[in-house]
């Protein structure tokens, strides 16, 4: 009886260790971000910053040369419009995978499994001269558009729509519905684990991109927060207190986004299957 107990303690303490471990690199930003140089760069370790004023902040905010608010804004419209689209296509592409078992699906989904298998680098090349014969550098359009398809995505919806009870969507064909009607209204209500997993998954791949937005917004104008915080690197060294601030900043909303979906997160990854 007294097992138990002492298992559940042993739970408890193993994932608070880890817990602090994993927290431990969103504590070195904060105090990095409250720091000055010198205590960044020092080589005894001091765990409390020496630079608690946020003047750092301030500076960093208050400074257009930077652009970090509207490096901000351009990265919240590109990974809320590409979150919505990828939900979108995705959706449909998985719903029909899971649905339809064809010859012709079994080779689309064989090859879409295929291309997780292949670096995003490998086509970064041929992507790039695709857009710029559009004509989107430095555009929405070439932004969103050349990384809205997920493989990732529409397998994990394929995979969730496989157990869904069928028995609900031979109702509704009996009361008249066809497939789109039964797909959006039917299907998509009780996914919602699933979307909110893809959705969280996706918006922090968008958000968190580097290097298409470095290649495509040559703009400064439509630079990502991603690339602003980039050059804090220079070959004349690394402003490691204002780096770090704009990196404190720039992962407020994706910590926001992840706390608040982090539930249907867990769930929509059980729900898959995938382990």
């Known amino acids: 009886m007294n097992r138990q107990p002492r298992a559940h303690v042993g739970a408890y303490l193993a994932a608070s260790l880890l817990a602090v471990v994993f927290l431990l ?5 904060a105090r990095n971000a409250f720091s000055t140089q010198q205590a960044v760069v020092a080589p005894v370790w001091r765990w409390w910053p020496d630079a608690l004023n946020g003047a750092t902040v301030t500076a960093v ?3 257009p040369s930077l652009g970090i608010l509207p490096a901000l804004i351009t990265s919240l419209v590109v990974s809320t419009v590409q979150t919505a689209a990828t939900l979108v296509i995705s959706l449909m592409a998985g719903y029909a995978l899971a649905r339809w078992s064809t010859a012709a699906s079994r080779i689309i989904l064989g090859m879409t ?4 298998m292949v670096p995003a680098m ?6 790039f001269v695709m857009v710029s014969s559009l004509g989107w550098i430095s555009t929405y359009r070439g932004l969103i558009v050349p990384v809205v398809f997920s493989a990732f995505a ?3 919806f394929r995979q969730g729509f496989v157990d869904f009870p069928q028995e609900l969507e031979e109702a509704a064909a009996l009361d008249g519905a066809n497939t789109w009607t039964t797909l959006w209204r039917i299907v998509v209500p009780n996914a919602g684990s699933s979307i909110a997993a893809v959705g ?3 918006f922090i791949g968008a958000w968190n991109a580097f290097l298409w937005p470095l290649l495509i917004a040559q703009d400064p104008q439509l630079r990502t927060i991603q690339v602003v915080l980039s050059q804090f690197m220079t070959s004349q060294g690394t402003r490691y207190p204002e780096m770090f601030t704009g990196a404190l900043i720039g992962i407020i909303p994706v910590l926001l986004v992840f706390l608040f979906l982090q539930r249907w997160l867990v769930q929509g990854v059980e729900a898959s299957g995938l382990r």
């Open 200 to 202: 969280t998954i996706t």
């Open 154 to 156: 529409t397998f994990l």
């Open 61 to 63: 905010l208050g400074d």
């Open 25 to 29: 690199p969103f504590y070195v930003i």
């Open 113 to 116: 499994v295929f291309t997780l």
């Open 122 to 127: 490998v086509t970064f090349i041929p992507t």
